[in-house]
């Protein structure tokens, strides 16, 4: 059921359009200035349109609305259901509006008692085979087959409802063997085949939309219907529940199990998907204060009405019983939690950081914004820890993912983000992935990559597993660069060496646009025959041959375009290869237009929008350094205090100063640092050290097991604000229900914040975003008013921009000239030898997202419900260990238990795990290493042993007692409560 | 709740095929891969090396073709002369067209589904006979006419019906 407040307009705007900066599906912005109009008549009205748009959506445009089934406008028209005709003079017969292209001069005839027969005749068809419950019927109140049999002013049905049908389970007495029973297997939808009318819709949203081809028409003629892969369960099937299909579909046959539920929802609130960096738009169906579903906005500039299985259906945390609704305190975190109102724990809190700050130094405590948070909340913490604690001690998760994202493409472009916005894949010639895994990771933005890889764009895929992009139906990677973890740089090296040695520089552009000198060093530096993919090939592991063939494609093949993600940046020399990528993508001009550049895919929601908004310790909101003394003078003067000059201290930082004894008050907010961040005992030992932990979230996670004061957070249904996604997208957030424990996370650090003596007085969070345009040169053009105006904005939005920049650095780099860096390979040392001879490599799944804390509490366990090892079978043989054994996995830093999943889609020497559950400890074998810039932790490359083991390692054990402890304690504060 | 998969790792696409069956499955693949629109020319070879396309040769197939099982499984319901299910040792195609129809062939439809106790696309409880429905072939003039394995037979009433029958079954 498509959602109840967006038009249909039946078909697609014609492709330019569609491709144009800041564009949704359907948005007025139709009308594409390069393409030309087409003037004709329809009904007596005249109207123009761009040229390829179809009769049918030009009229709708206009509100002329032809009936229709098959067509709707995620989709390319299809012309099945013939309920669409219409009459063009001149033209003989009756051709179906949604397949036929406006052309200059047409006069069409949308009504008249012909087509007023024909389209009856078509539904009596129709409905003959449908059942008649629509009172009782799910669909009931926004079903597109009631609607037409209505427009069509249907009266009855001449062919009786008694012949061969899909509808009855039985049939004169006996089982009526076309019949096919609901399936309720899939978690979030039902498909209930005898409602069906086989318009194909889902088929192809299915096809198109997604790129999964998981349903098809099964038989022919009045035995077709739809299957599930070979006529299976949803579940059983390709499936992986995107519900795009649910969507589709124009009849109760696939429904939201919510909607069945609760009927029909009563108004609609546009919003941001709160998971991954994709930034999905989604309208909140809404009965007063509770969702009936989510459904993906056809305007969302991110998505275009389309969305993942995390978006589209696991918001069920949001409303599970395990989260935490009042606030909580206790001195010793042997204690048991005592409920609390919000002055006593807020006051509690003040007095235990200015007690600490007293004794220990004002350095002493310092806060953790989280990348999950909105735009306002993350500013206004680390505004609280600049103003407030009066130190620089602030830093954000982002650390342990992009941070060399940062850091590189600033060092290099001159800014800390990626230059393009999604839809410019669609232009790509050449798509270049590098550890990411879009499929799994940036679910809504591979399925926008595969249609332009089925549209016959190439792909290279550098990874060392055979992820689900290098082949899946209908795209096969030209290139599967399956290097060794840890040689990231020396890969790149070796491209970029053939690029420089087979003249395929862009001289022009390098000469125009590029620090030259700069560039002179580097051709000099990997034109050396060092790093030649002959050399290199020892060291990465990949054929010479084919990294020839790989960066020739990229060179030549046209606009190439690389994406990557964390399997870059988590390594010792993520800030390295960052650099390196945007080196190959300057030396070959692949930068500065659609269709090509440098773009990170940000893990969180908001890992963008938590960096520009100023959370790490040497930078202000804007990416300016705290010693910039122009930046500091103009933040000293708006926040009315003095601020340091000096970076304060990193996460890891953090925990060193913590085990000294200098560092003992820590300020979480959305994060849970005892199970995201590597060496997990580590992170537990400096947890333990520290005097006040305030932990501010949704459920009693990992880290608050560790805390003292627990502040009840909201989740993003409860407040407003802004998320900003991998292309720079600033998107609202909209509240949708009030604060379930009372207070928006913003307004709870801005109690702590006036407890703590530092007075904040903001009424709404779109006057914190006033403040931040206020003060940040790139953000100067953002309100709250202009995104309910635009839908979203890509910053920089200023004066030059004022609507925002889908393309960065089109006529120069920002900071003018490209800059070439040197890129040294430096081999990690984390190594393997005989006592850890296997590398583990992380990563993640499509239906949990990070820490697992939001995604273990829905529905998307049937999915994934454990973390397992992945090993390749040459591997698994000589340790005896078999498929579904336990084994355990020994690194220098610790030791954990997970079940094997023997497979070859790792290669030999290389094991692979998720980080989805706590309990699984993939945290507690990562090391210490980090990338030398950023102190981003090296998760990709961990040196271990992997055995087959009955039992879990001691390490679980002391972490299933501790959780045991800390749960009583939980429990212990409800039974107070009691009394 | 129904039992809980891990999504990514799927077994081995074709692994439940018995050895020999997986054989001829590779082998259709490999004759065909190469040509454009390879997978009608695929299944055909798998239907001529096993008599019909068992659903685990659909996971490999699409595997092979880069095609996704759900597309492979629309292609081969759709033509009806792909069968899903192992066919009897005999395979009885009956004329259902026009010129058949004028000579009795409904009546000897309706025997033949009778005697042998199946419908069209059915295969007798012994495995012994599927009886498929054939929409002429080229003996119009002979009708009613049948197909039993290679052999064509025309003016087939009731009785010689089940006398072909019985011979073909004493066969083998
Ligand atoms: S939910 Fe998504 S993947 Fe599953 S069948 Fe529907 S469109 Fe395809
Ligand atoms: S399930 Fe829905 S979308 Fe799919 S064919 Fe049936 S009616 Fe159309
Ligand atoms: S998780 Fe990512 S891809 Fe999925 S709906 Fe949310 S933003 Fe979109
Ligand atoms: S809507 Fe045009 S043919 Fe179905
Ligand atoms: S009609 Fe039966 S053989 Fe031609």
Known sequence: MLSIVEKDFGTPAPRPARLWKNVGMRSGGDVDVAAKLVTLTIDGREISVSEGTSVMRAAALNDINIPKLCATETLDAFGSCRLCLVQIDGVRGYPASCTTPVAPGMKVTTQNAKLAELRLGVMELYISDHPLDCLTCPANGHCELQDMAGAVGLREVRYGYDGDNHVYAKQGGEANPRFVAKDESNPYFTFDPSKCIVCSRCVRACDEQQGTLALTIQGRGFDSKVSASQAEDFLDSECVSCGACVQACPTATLSEKSLISMGQAE??????????????????????????????????????????????????????????????IRAKITDPWREVSWEEAIGYAASEFKRIQAKYGRDSIGGITSSRCTNEETYLVQKLVRAGFGNNNVDTCARVCHSPTGYGLKQTLGESAGTQNF?????????????????????????????????????????????????????????????????????????????????????????????????????????????????????????????????????????????????????????????????????????????????????????????????????????????????????????????????????????????????????????????????????????????????????????????????????????????????????????????????????????LSNAMGYPM???????????????????????????????????????????????????????????????????????????????????????????????????????????????????????????????????????TVLRA??????????????????????????TDNSDWATNCPEYKVTAVEVTRVSQPSEWQKRYREFSERQQELLEARDAADAR | MKARRIIPIQPEPGSALPPDERAAVRAAIAANKQRAGALLPVLHGVQDALGYVPKDAVALVAYELNLSRAEVHGVVTFYHYFREHKPGRHVVQLCRAEACQAVGAVALEAHAKRSLGVDFHGTTADGAVTLEPVYCLGNCALGPSVMVGEKLQGRVTPQRFDKLLAQARATA
Request: hydrophobic content about 35%.
């Open chain 1, 761 to 895: 007085h903001y009424t709404h969070p779109s006057e914190i975003m006033d403040e931040i345009a206020a003060l940040t040169p790139t953000f100067t053009g953002v309100s709250f008013a202009r995104l309910d105006e635009l839908g979203s904005i890509q910053w920089p939005c200023n004066e030059q921009h004022p609507e925002g920049t889908p393309t960065m650095h089109i006529d120069e780099f920002v900071r003018g000239k490209g800059r070439f860096m040197v890129t040294e390979y430096v081999p990690t040392s984390e190594k393997v030898n005989a006592k850890f001879p296997l590398i583990l490599t992380t990563g993640r799944i499509l239906s949990q997202y990070n820490v697992g804390a939001q995604t273990r509490r829905t529905e998307n366990v049937t999915w994934h419900s454990e973390d397992r090892l992945e090993l390749h079978p040459s591997d698994a043989e000589t340790r005896g260990i078999k498929d579904g054994d336990w084994c355990g996995i020994a690194s220098r830093a610790g030791e």
């Open chain 1, 423 to 751: 839809d410019s894949v669609m232009q790509a010639d050449v798509i270049m992935v590098i550890g990411a895994n879009p499929t799994d990771g940036h679910p809504v933005f591979a399925s926008q990559m595969k249609r332009r890889l089925r549209e016959g764009a190439k792909l290279i895929v550098a990874d060392p597993r055979r992820i689900d992009l290098v082949r899946t139906p209908h795209i096969e990677a030209q290139q599967h660069l399956k290097l060794r973890p840890g040689t990231n740089v020396a890969l790149i090296n070796s491209l970029a060496h053939v690029i420089v040695t087979e003249g395929l520089v862009k001289e022009d552009f390098v000469r125009e646009r590029c620090e030259i000198e700069s560039f002179d060093k580097w051709r000099h530096f990997v034109g050396d025959a060092l790093h030649s993919p002959e050399a290199m090939e020892a060291v990465t592991g990949v054929p010479a041959a084919q990294v020839r063939a790989a960066a020739r494609l990229y060179a030549t093949g046209g606009n190439g375009a690389i994406y990557y993600g964390l399997g870059v940046t988590e390594h010792s020399q993520g800030s390295t290869m960052v650099m390196g990528i945007a080196n190959l993508a300057m030396a070959t001009g692949n930068i500065g237009r659609e269709g090509v550049g440098v773009n990170p895919l940000r893990g969180q929601n908001n890992v963008q929008g938590s960096c520009d908004m100023g959370s790490f310790p040497h930078e202000f909101p804007g990416y300016r350094h705290v010693s910039d003394n122009a930046a500091r003078d103009l933040l000293e003067n708006a926040w009315g205090v003095n601020l340091l000059n000096e970076p304060g201290l990193r996460i890891p930082n953090m925990f060193e100063a913590a085990l000294d004894g200098e560092f003992l008050g820590l300020y979480i907010e959305g994060e849970d640092i005892a199970q995201s961040d590597p060496n997990t005992q580590h992170v537990t030992a400096a947890l333990t050290a520290m005097e006040c932990i305030i932990v501010q979230d949704l459920f009693l996670n990992e880290s608050a097991k560790f805390a003292h004061v627990f502040l009840p957070g909201s989740s993003f249904l409860e407040k407003d604000g802004t998320f900003t996604n991998a292309e720079r997208r600033i998107s609202p957030v909209r509240k949708v229900m009030k604060p379930k424990s009372g207070y928006a996370d913003w307004e709870i650090t801005q109690l």
């Open chain 1, 267 to 328: 108004h609609s609130i546009t919003t941001t998907c709160a998971y991954c960096g994709v930034g999905c738009s989604f309208r909140a169906e809404m009965k007063g204060e509770e969702v009936v579903r989510m459904v993906p906005n056809k305007d969302g500039h991110a998505n275009h009405g389309h969305s993942c299985v995390k978006g589209r259906f696991a918001i069920g945390y949001a409303t599970h019983t395990d989260r935490i609704y009042k606030p909580m």
């Open chain 1, 901 to 926: 999943s023997v497979t070859e889609r790792v290669q030999p020497g290389v094991v692979y795990t998720t980080f989805h559950f706590p309990e699984s400890g993939a945290n507690v074998i990562t």
